[in-house]
């Protein structure tokens, strides 16, 4: 059967299979009786979610579930999940679910379950959980909507602020795109109470906007309001807060692995670093190791998502890390909880010790070109068994070196094989990708 719990937390369309209210006061009630109980006290359980219109219904429903089983339940509300994360690690609740599909559009939902650090449940815990949910799949009566404590936005504003530490935006101009999410109300405080001037784009969440056609996977509409509006840069969130872009002061956009560049060189510049290296992920652009490798930084690589980001950071000591996409970790000093917000704070802490642009702190990042061809194939069989092709991409490999890669897979939906060959040389890895393709046909198509 197929895992519930994805790579991060559970996501589908609302309304369908295990998202419906009764499912998700199913999944309440398995948490309660899975998770290990305090003794001498009643547990606590923080609830929060995003802009969408479901997510006050999935929160009742998730409330109703945990309140069957003993627990307190408390509502931070519209909130971001880090912003949860980080309350629910702060203020000692012994379980936190965020009710958002992040990224995803409104008709989406999901739900992000953290322990009491404020961290992500490990792969064990959720396997309980999921075989309790499957084996006792039955409804609640839904109760009443969980009490909300509006000094829990607050008390996450506080920590933020606590954070910028000595920071002041003092006559910067700046966009910020919030994705009509989580960070709506949040985000544009925040930067206000810094003494920037401050342009917000996409903080009215009505139920049915979120992500649409905003926040961090679509950047257009901040490129464009930041040149409109002549603004020193913009900062783009998506739906739940935990990822985070920026666009500098010509509307050109400054993705993770440019953030990373800026983070990390600006950190090497200070000196003093134990171990200088950070964490990103099999995605990220093989430009990120050049701009790192002239700074004697070096990059731990990990497969995709923010989870394995996490376990490396923690495994090896390390202090910041990241992907492409937006979502920046930094260790032990955010708890080890990705927070756009948090991360933009401190880009902006960069730009201002270094009295620089953004674009040109960005600039040492040059994304290497990437040639991707589509195959038709046959069949499938394991990539690695086959040794003309496995020896053609050791061969590519070798040939690239650090400052390349080779993905070869197959296409989830369709009979394709995906050939994807990046590097420094726009043509020459263009017809590396070409003869790694015409391989593959030969031996699959």
């Known amino acids: 059967m197929e895992r519930l719990f994805g790579t991060d ?141 509006p000094a829990l936005e607050a008390r996450y504003l506080a920590h933020l602020l606590a954070a910028a530490g000595d920071l002041r935006l003092d006559g910067l101009s700046l966009v910020i795109d919030c994705a009509n999410g989580g960070g709506s109300r949040l985000a544009p405080r925040i930067l206000v109470r810094l003494g920037a001037h401050v342009v917000p784009l996409a903080s009215a969440p009505d139920g049915d906007n979120i992500n649409q056609n905003c926040g961090s996977t679509h950047p257009q ?101 990241g992907e492409q996409s937006g979502h920046i970790v930094f260790g032990a000093e955010n708890h080890h909880i990705g927070d756009g917000l948090f991360t933009a704070l401190r880009v902006l802490a960069v730009l201002r010790a270094q009295r620089a642009r953004l674009s040109s702190l960005a600039a040492p990042y040059r994304a290497f070109p990437q040639v991707l061809i589509n195959v038709p194939v046959a069949r499938k069989p394991e990539l690695s068994g086959l040794p003309a092709i496995a020896g053609a991409v050791a061969h590519l490999e070798r040939e690239l070196g650090e400052d390349g890669r080779v993905l070869l897979r197959y296409s989830g939906t369709e009979s394709l094989a995906r050939v994807m060959v990046e590097g420094p040389d726009e043509d020459h890895i263009r017809q590396r990708a070409q003869e790694l393709a015409a391989c593959v046909a030969r031996e699959l198509g």
């Not at 599909?101 to 409104?106: G, M």
């Not at 913009?234 to 050109?252: K, N, P, Q, S, T």
């Open 9 to 149: 937390g559970v996501r589908g369309r609302y309304g369908d299979g295990w998202l419906t209210q009764a499912r998700v006061s199913a999944l309440g009630r398995a948490l309660a009786s899975v998770l290990p109980r305090p003794a001498g006290h009643v547990p606590r359980a923080l609830l929060g979610h995003d802009g969408r219109r479901s997510g006050p219904l999935l929160e009742t429903a998730l409330a109703t579930g945990l309140a069957a089983r003993g627990y307190s339940v408390t509502s931070a509300g519209l909130i971001t999940t880090p912003g949860l994360a980080v309350l629910g690690r702060l203020d000692g609740f012994e379980l936190s679910a965020m009710v958002s599909a992040s990224h995803n559009p409104a008709e989406d939902n999901g739900i992000k379950v953290f322990g009491p650090g404020g961290e992500k449940l490990d792969d064990a815990l959720e396997e309980r959980v999921e075989a309790e949910w499957r084996a006792h799949p039955e409804a609640l009566e839904l109760g009443p909507p969980p009490p909300l404590d």
């Open 221 to 321: 509409a901040l490129q464009e309001a930041v040149r409109l509006h002549g603004a020193d840069l913009g900062i783009a969130l998506d739906g739940d807060g935990d990822r985070c872009l920026f666009v500098d002061e010509h509307g050109a956009l400054v993705n993770g692995d440019g953030l990373l560049t800026v983070l990390a060189r600006a950190r090497a510049a200070r000196g003093g670093w134990r171990d200088p290296r950070i964490v990103a992920t099999v995605m990220s652009n093989r430009g990120l190791l050049r701009a790192l490798r002239e700074v004697g930084v070096g990059v731990v690589t990990v497969g995709v998502g923010d989870r394995r980001v996490v376990e490396a950071l923690r495994r090896e000591g390390l202090e910041l890390g």
